[in-house]
């Protein structure tokens, strides 16, 4: 420190914290500038992601809007279910009473048919009674 002056010996001490300064600036500036660059990638890719997303999600929504627009509401279904449930008691009492009447109708044929059997028997018999009655009476005359 003898040989040199104290002024030169301080200059030189300020020259060199001032590049060392300098320096760490330098470095966390360009490490600045690295962060920043990747945080605008980090962005611009988040963005991306985001964009995607929302794209999705209104797809999604869109799909949901038409699922709820082909729904029909409950209240609706219940009035229909009930309109068809009457209308399938009507066709049932119809049914019992079609049924009701083929059976009279049956009923009424097999009876006709029994008394016009019964009614052919009784001309047969009288027929056959009629002949014996015709035969004797051609038997007596001939005695």
Do not use: C, H
């Amino acid at each position: 420190m003898s040989d040199i002056p104290l002024r030169e010996y301080l200059e030189q001490k300020i020259d060199d914290l001032e590049k060392r300064v300098f320096q760490k600036f330098e470095s966390q500036r360009e490490a600045m500038i690295t962060t920043f660059a990747a945080s605008e990638r980090a962005i611009a890719k988040s963005e991306e992601a985001q964009k995607a997303y929302n794209e999705r999600s209104n797809e999604f929504r869109g799909q949901l809007g038409d699922q709820a627009r082909m729904l029909m509401p409950r209240a609706e279904a219940e009035t229909r279910f009930a309109a068809l449930d009457a209308k399938n008691d009507d066709i049932k009492k119809e049914i019992i009473a079609l049924r009701e009447y083929r059976s009279e109708s049956s009923g009424k044929e097999l009876a006709s048919d029994r008394d016009s059997a019964t009614g052919r028997w009784g001309i047969g018999i009288l027929v056959a009674v009629g002949l014996s009655l015709l035969s004797l009476i051609v038997n007596l005359l001939r005695k």
